[in-house]
């Protein structure tokens, strides 16, 4: 079955970076495309940014510029890459497959000092 496993997260000083990974097994990784979402509490889940299965991105505009989305077919997996990280970003963040949709189990992410 479809399964997504999300590492990399933790507590980070504003101004620090984090790279978030997420490997997948269960489909044929290389034919979806694939999106990370997070979910501040209080708020509703929102997406961060996604990767077509080829180079095509998209980011939301709160973290245009700072956040990076990339993938590695060979290993299955999907990376986002987080610099200058502020309060704001404090969430869980998933790791989703599209269609279906699947998700990931999420992973913390605290930005504070």
């Known amino acids: 079955q479809v399964q997504l496993v999300e590492s990399g997260g933790g507590l980070v000083q504003p101004g620090g970076s984090l790279r978030l990974s997420c490997t997948a097994s269960g489909f044929t990784f290389s034919y979806y495309a694939m999106s990370w979402y997070r979910q501040a509490p209080g708020k509703e889940r929102e997406l961060v940014a996604s990767?077509?299965?080829?180079?095509?991105?998209y980011y939301a505009d709160s973290v245009k510029g700072r956040f990076t989305i990339s993938r590695d077919n060979a290993k299955n997996a999907i990376y986002l890459q987080m610099n200058s990280l502020k309060p704001e970003d404090t969430a869980v963040y998933y790791c989703?497959?599209?269609?279906?949709?699947?998700w990931g189990q999420g992973t913390q992410v605290t930005v504070s000092s």
């Open positions: 990767i077509g299965s080829g180079v095509n991105t």
């Open positions: 989703t497959r599209s269609v279906g949709p699947y």
